[in-house]
């Protein structure tokens, strides 16, 4: 399995952009589906973006909206979401996860992933 680190969460206003990273270790990072999905109060997990391991194709939760952006560096093993444009509805703890989903449309949900980061809290103030 590969380990998940992330980091980049914070506090920040409506209007306001964040980066979050997520730092690999362990298999092949290369050969993964790099996800990220988010967990509000109260709340299912929730698909948000997810990019492909060769071609780097991405895919969006239909409430990004183009607001946020997925993408990977192999030579670094790590996967960042950008995040433009944040909502207060956007809090949420943000969690990476590292599968090997098979087919796009199984990148969706959390369980076609089984390597998973600790969480890193966002929060978007009004």
């Known amino acids: 399995q590969v380990q998940l680190v992330e980091s980049g969460g914070g506090l920040v206003q409506a209007g306001d952009s964040l980066r979050l990273s997520c730092a690999a270790s362990?298999?092949?990072?290369?050969?993964?589906?790099m996800a990220w999905f988010r967990q509000a109060p109260g709340k299912e997990r929730e698909f948000v973006a997810a990019?492909?391991?060769?071609?780097?194709?991405?895919f969006y939760g239909d409430f990004v909206k183009g607001r946020f952006t997925i993408s990977r560096d192999n030579a670094k093993d790590t996967v960042y979401l950008q995040m433009n444009s944040l909502k207060a509805e956007d809090t949420a703890v943000y969690y990476c996860?590292?599968?090997?989903?098979?087919?796009?449309?199984?990148?969706?949900?959390?369980?076609?992933?089984?390597?998973w980061g600790q969480g890193t809290q966002v929060t978007v103030s009004s």
């Open positions: 996860a590292a599968g090997l989903p098979g087919n796009s449309r199984r990148y969706f949900s959390d369980r076609s992933y089984d390597c």
């Open positions: 362990g298999r092949t990072f290369s050969n993964y589906v």
């Open positions: 990019v492909t391991s060769s071609t780097s194709d991405t």
